[in-house]
């Protein structure tokens, strides 16, 4: 059971992705908590100057901004707009006051099957973001995805992948996601979270349920529904240094189908009693 009670408890907008922004605010207020994880395309639907004035109004903050970065395109002009909207999506974080833009990099461009130049470019491009990123009080963080989402998401496979492209940039700019519906699986976790320290930006639950549905974006359970061990990584995390927010992130359609309510509900008592 956690010790701080639900102080660093986010509600990320996704949990709740059929209602609205001000319904996701509504429940935080409700319920007491404190911070909210928010997304691009919601953010901008119902305006950027109308989302700060209703998050601030409520008095919560902002965990993270999601989601910024395919990184990978081969073109020219793919890659200037890449660089055009992620720039976009930094200044978005930075009137939200997001401490972190969480970047998903990017999988194969079409027809290709160069995974390492695929690689190369996030790195590329990170190195012409990071310094606007820094300018703007927004540190990006790269997000590794489980490794079935390689082909198409994120070239960027486990921790320690994100931490050898994060760790030649200061720390202030460059980050990494600990999402623990993508890394729970790697034998190597423990050790990577402590070689992270704070470079932890992000810290985001959700379960591993099985069998996986036939959209495996969808199968990101609550908490206690799948495989995960909770404690462990969220001990892990506490001792690397990260005193930032826990964000219950959940893509799943039977909770999105459920009323609000009912999931936020669900949602701070397992936090309490599992994570």
């Not at 890449?82 to 997001?98: H, K, S, V, W």
Request: aromatic content about 6%; proline content about 6%.
């Amino acid at each position: 059971m956690t010790q701080d009670g639900i102080a660093r408890l986010s509600l990320n907008q996704k949990t709740l992705n059929r209602y609205s922004l001000p319904a996701a605010v509504a429940e935080c207020v409700r319920t007491g908590i404190p911070a909210v994880g928010l997304w691009r395309e919601p953010v901008q639907e119902y305006g950027l100057t109308e989302a700060v004035e209703l998050v601030r109004s409520n008095g919560l903050r902002v965990s993270s901004l999601c989601r910024g970065g395919f990184l990978t395109t081969e073109s020219p002009e793919e890659r200037a707009e890449a660089l055009r909207d992620n720039r976009l999506a930094i200044d978005e974080a930075a009137e939200l006051g997001a401490p972190c833009l969480v970047l998903v990099v990017g999988g194969l461009p079409n027809g290709s099957k160069d995974l390492a130049g695929a690689r190369r470019r996030v790195v590329d491009t990170l190195a012409e973001l990071a310094p606007y990123a820094e300018r703007r009080g927004v540190r990006l963080a790269l997000e590794a995805l489980h490794p079935m989402y390689c082909a198409d998401r994120a070239v960027l496979s486990t921790l320690e992948q994100a931490l050898d492209i994060a760790e030649p940039f200061p720390e202030n700019q460059v980050g990494v996601v600990v999402d623990t519906f993508h890394v729970w699986w790697d034998p190597k976790l423990f050790e990577q979270i402590e070689r992270a320290g704070s470079r932890i930006a992000s810290f985001q639950v959700c379960d591993w349920l099985t069998p996986l549905p036939a959209d495996v974006l969808l199968g990101r359970g609550m908490m206690g529904d799948g495989h995960i061990d909770f404690p462990p990584i969220r001990q892990a995390v506490r001792r690397a240094g990260y005193t930032g927010d826990t964000e219950v992130e959940i893509f799943n359609e039977e909770v999105w189908a459920t009323p609000a309510d009912k999931v936020v509900d669900t949602m701070i008592e397992r936090y309490l009693h599992l994570v």
